[in-house]
């Protein structure tokens, strides 16, 4: 895999790997809490090197360091709304769609892998948005306030999604994934499942089963 390219589009800073010709599917990934758009490549490795992968900064500042796609308020590390996810995912969503625009890729069904922070926002994405999303990863993450009655509401009807967690995951409990998959399986999704002994990280099989996911399409 070449080394993705550091650029700026429209005040976003983002990392691109862009195949030749012109790509089919668009990855886009989302970093966690205090990431930035180099945190996600270890996980995009070994993906195929068709698919076009933009990993963009998240908007919001972290003072200790990093960046940030939502305001963290006192008491709610564990207890987020889709309403403060809801500004970054909609400035993210018209960034990727106007970068497409402006490269010739499409951008009308895009594909999205998030870890922790940023799998909620994964979540809210294809909450408020599912026939914008095509497929999406979210790995150590959890569905924020008010996303399953949108799931519920919009319906995921045959959407593949992959969820991973850890049994040992200290910052964001194992019980977040079993409801979250529950939650996506109510709304139609096609959800593919991996659990290990792993932390607040994706473990060695979850890599390879996530990368057999992406590999499918």
């Keep these: 895999m070449t080394d993705p390219q550091l650029l700026t589009f429209n005040n976003w800073t983002y990392r691109l790997r862009m195949p ?8 886009v990934l989302i970093h966690g809490w205090m990431g930035d758009e180099n945190s996600m490549w270890v996980l995009a490795h070994n993906l195929p090197p068709e698919i076009a992968i933009l990993a963009p900064r998240a908007p919001i500042v972290v003072p200790e360091g990093g960046y940030s796609w939502r305001k963290i308020k006192p008491g709610t590390w564990e207890n987020a709304a889709v309403e403060d996810f809801h500004p970054a995912a909609d400035s993210l969503l018209a960034f990727v769609e106007d970068w497409a625009a402006s490269t010739g890729v ?17 979540y809210v994405l294809a909450s408020l948005y599912p026939q914008r999303i095509r497929q999406f990863a979210a790995l150590s993450g959890f569905i924020p306030q008010g996303g399953e009655a949108l799931l519920a509401a919009h319906r995921l009807s045959g959407k ?17 994934a079993h409801k979250a998959v529950a939650q996506l399986e109510l709304a139609g999704a096609q959800v593919t499942y991996c ?9 060695k099989e979850c890599l390879k089963a996530m990368e057999l996911f992406f590999g499918k399409s």
Excluded: C
């Design 160 to 176: 593949p999604v992959f969820v991973s967690h850890g049994r040992q995951d200290d910052m964001i409990p194992l019980e977040q």
């Design 20 to 27: 030749p010709g012109n790509p089919e599917r668009l990855l």
């Design 106 to 122: 499409d951008g009308n069904k895009i594909e999205l892998m998030g870890f922790s922070q940023g799998a909620a926002m994964s």
């Design 195 to 203: 659990e290990s002994d792993a932390g607040h990280k994706v473990s």
